[in-house]
């Protein structure tokens, strides 16, 4: 597991249930609960962070700065974002 993990990539990979591969069946399973488990704390870490992030700048009334921050989100989570030429964001449908 990387820091440089997106968002997307670290659920994507709970939810294919990857861990360190056993022929017992029994280790299998908890080798992907703890794997699970650590991406997740992760992934609390991560939101946490960039949510910290945009409250700050919408305490400051930098709400331009939080929309962005919000499309950003949502692109680390796996939506398709696009931006036009003038450096505004959309959702793709």
């Known amino acids: ?3 440089e993990e997106t968002l997307d990539e670290l659920l994507s990979h709970i939810e294919k249930n990857l ?10 399973a ?3 609960l703890e794997e699970a488990s650590e991406r997740a704390k992760n992934i609390r870490e991560k939101l946490v962070v960039r949510l910290k992030h945009m409250v700050r ?13 919000l499309y950003s989100l949502l692109k680390d989570l796996g ?5 036009d030429e003038y450096g505004d964001y ?3 449908d």
């Open 57 to 69: 700048e919408a305490e400051n009334d930098e709400i331009c700065d939080v929309r962005v921050g």
């Open 1 to 3: 597991m990387s820091d």
């Open 30 to 32: 908890e080798n992907c």
């Open 90 to 92: 959309y959702l793709e």
């Open 79 to 83: 939506e398709k974002v696009k931006e």
């Open 19 to 28: 861990g360190a591969y056993s022929s017992d069946h029994l280790k299998h």
